[in-house]
Structures are given as structure tokens and as C-alpha cells.
């Protein structure tokens, strides 16, 4: 059974970045994986996907800013987040098929 742990989270400025991490417990290259994150109040919300083939599709709300990639070994899932703003403010989780993180929290804040 794949289990997925995040890290990467943390606090930062309005136009920093952050790169998170999903290490997963098995390999990931033939399976879909995805970033979703949740603010206090609101829907888990969808906000890139890596599909099996290796293509990438992101929401409206990210495209252009974050970038979602694997590690060549297939175990670990990247969000490289850039030009973050306040509302990023986010508890940030993977999901490999069936399977999620823990999550881990960003805070974008001057």
C-alpha cells in the first residue's frame, strides 16, 4: 500500500517561492498523481496533475506560476511554487490515485 508524506511547507513573502515534496512509499511513474490544497473554510481544490505519460495540466489559478515534476528515481513527487501570494495561504496536499498525504502548511504573509 503506497504511503505519501509531504514536506517543503513554511512560511515566505509574497513573491517567494517554495518547493514541496511527496515522497511516496512506492513508485509513482505509472500512476497519476496530483497537487491539491485547502484553505480554512474552503473545498479541497485541484492544482496540477502529472499524468502517466508525463504531461502536466495545472488549474487556472496556478498555471504559470507552479510547475509540477517527479524525481527520475519515481518515488517523489515535486510543486515547485513560484511567485506565491497571500492567497496560496494553503494546507498543501498530494494525492497518488486513491491515496493522500498528510498535507503540509504554506503561509504566504509579509
Known amino acids: 500500500q503506497v504511503h505519501l508524506v509531504e514536506s517543503g511547507g513554511g512560511s515566505v513573502q509574497p513573491g517567494g517561492s517554495l518547493r514541496l515534496s511527496c515522497t511516496s512509499s512506492?513508485?509513482?511513474?505509472?500512476?497519476?498523481s496530483a497537487w491539491y490544497r485547502q484553505s480554512p473554510g474552503k473545498e479541497r481544490e485541484f492544482l496540477a496533475r502529472?499524468?502517466?505519460?508525463?504531461?502536466?495540466d495545472y488549474s487556472d489559478s496556478v498555471q504559470g506560476r507552479f510547475s509540477v515534476s517527479r524525481n527520475r528515481a519515481g518515488n517523489t513527487l515535486y510543486l515547485q511554487m513560484n511567485n506565491l501570494k497571500p492567497d496560496d495561504t494553503a494546507v498543501y496536499y498530494c494525492?497518488?490515485?486513491?491515496?493522500w498525504g498528510q498535507g503540509t502548511q504554506v503561509t504566504v504573509s509579509s
Open positions: 502529472l499524468l502517466p505519460s508525463g504531461g502536466a
Open positions: 512506492g513508485s509513482i511513474i505509472s500512476k497519476l
Open positions: 494525492r497518488v490515485d486513491n491515496k
